[in-house]
């Protein structure tokens, strides 16, 4: 071996394997947690680029869908509201905005949710053949939810626009309670997405879960305040985040700034715990999807 060839080994990294579980020193762990996440960066800005290339070569009408679900959404319950329908009482926009913006938020939340899940398991050949951080499938998955938030922000303009909404100071801070919502939707995402790489029931019990969860939620209706159906939806730990956004961007009070903070030391505690569990877990996801 040439001297060129031994300095360049002595620059390549070393990984030594064991059958010893990670789990025993956690200081390794965690250092090698941080070090695969900023060593994913690049990675997962390709794979960012790739998927929204596809994602919008393959449709006709490409960002357009990201303003459909909303729209509808607003056009359907104002006309059941207006005919007496439904009664959805006294909200702090008009009807129309308010299911909009509420919308377009819980989209976001739910795509933070179930992109983890289904970007593990459309990378499950790459996973099988390729050795790379596996938080660039993650944060690729991040940077799809953020553009998509940003495209449903031009409706979101529009809208504020058309209906004449006034804006306060507190829009700034909006931003920060919306990381918390995407915080909570990925740590859900990502405790589930080892699972779903094996199971497709996973799935499948996801599009069921978030379909029942968003009638807990104050999306179409303000928040109740007695009753049952209050209380539960008072501790569901999207409401919080969902509505403190809400807030911040429009009336610019906060309404339950105590379980917000919960809600977000849940979103944040929770995302590092997933973390590490997904990190743990998906080795052995690998391993059984390579045998």
């Given at each position: 071996?040439?001297?060129?060839?031994?300095?360049?080994?002595?620059?390549?990294?070393?990984?030594?394997?064991?059958?010893?579980?990670r789990?025993?020193?956690?200081?390794?762990?965690?250092r090698?947690?941080k070090?695969?996440?900023?060593?994913?960066?690049?990675?997962?800005w390709?794979?960012?680029?790739?998927d929204?290339?596809?994602q919008?070569?393959?449709?006709?009408?490409?960002?357009?869908w990201?303003?459909?679900?909303?729209?509808v959404?607003a056009?359907?319950?104002?006309?059941?509201?207006?005919?007496?329908?439904?009664?959805?009482?006294?909200?702090?926009?008009p009807?129309?905005a308010?299911?909009m913006?509420?919308?377009?938020?819980w989209q976001?939340?739910?795509?933070?949710?179930?992109?983890?899940?289904q970007?593990?398991?459309a990378?499950?050949?790459?996973?099988?053949?390729?050795?790379?951080?596996?938080?660039?499938?993650i944060?690729?998955?991040?940077?799809?939810?953020?553009?998509?938030?940003?495209?449903?922000?031009?409706?979101?303009?529009?809208?504020f626009l058309?209906?004449?909404?006034?804006?306060?100071?507190?829009?700034?801070l909006?931003?920060v309670?919306?990381?918390?919502?995407i915080?909570?939707?990925?740590?859900i995402?990502?405790?589930?997405?080892?699972l779903?790489t094996?199971?497709?029931?996973?799935?499948?019990?996801?599009?069921?879960?978030?379909?029942?969860w968003?009638?807990?939620?104050?999306?179409i209706?303000?928040?109740?305040?007695?009753?049952?159906?209050?209380l539960?939806v008072?501790?569901?730990?999207v409401?919080?985040?969902?509505?403190?956004?809400?807030?911040?961007?429009?009336?610019?009070?906060?309404?339950?700034?105590?379980?917000?903070?919960?809600a977000?030391?849940?979103?944040?505690?929770?995302?590092?715990?997933?973390w590490?569990?997904?990190?743990?877990a998906?080795?052995?996801?690998?391993?059984?999807?390579s045998?």
């Amino acid at each position: 071996m040439t001297g060129r060839n031994r300095h360049l080994n002595r620059d390549l990294p070393e990984t030594l394997y064991t059958p010893e579980s990670r789990i025993r020193h956690p200081k390794q762990l965690w250092r090698d947690m941080k070090r695969d996440l900023l060593a994913s960066r690049e990675l997962a800005w390709r794979l960012l680029v790739r998927d929204l290339s596809s994602q919008y070569r393959q449709s006709l009408l490409g960002v357009f869908w990201a303003f459909v679900p909303p729209i509808v959404a607003a056009i359907g319950l104002t006309l059941a509201n207006n005919a007496d329908i439904l009664n959805i009482g006294e909200t702090d926009l008009p009807y129309p905005a308010y299911v909009m913006f509420s919308m377009a938020l819980w989209q976001t939340f739910v795509e933070s949710l179930t992109g983890p899940v289904q970007a593990v398991i459309a990378a499950k050949p790459m996973l099988a053949r390729i050795n790379f951080p596996r938080e660039a499938i993650i944060l690729s998955q991040l940077g799809q939810v953020g553009f998509n938030f940003g495209v449903k922000l031009i409706l979101i303009t529009v809208m504020f626009l058309w209906f004449r909404i006034p804006i306060t100071w507190t829009v700034l801070l909006a931003p920060v309670a919306l990381v918390h919502l995407i915080a909570l939707g990925t740590a859900i995402g990502l405790l589930l997405a080892p699972l779903g790489t094996l199971y497709e029931d996973v799935t499948r019990g996801l599009t069921l879960v978030t379909s029942a969860w968003l009638f807990f939620t104050p999306v179409i209706y303000p928040p109740p305040q007695s009753g049952l159906f209050a209380l539960l939806v008072q501790w569901n730990p999207v409401t919080p985040l969902l509505v403190t956004v809400r807030e911040l961007a429009t009336t610019g009070v906060v309404s339950s700034p105590v379980h917000f903070w919960l809600a977000s030391l849940l979103a944040m505690g929770g995302l590092l715990i997933s973390w590490l569990i997904y990190r743990i877990a998906m080795p052995f996801v690998i391993e059984r999807i390579s045998a």
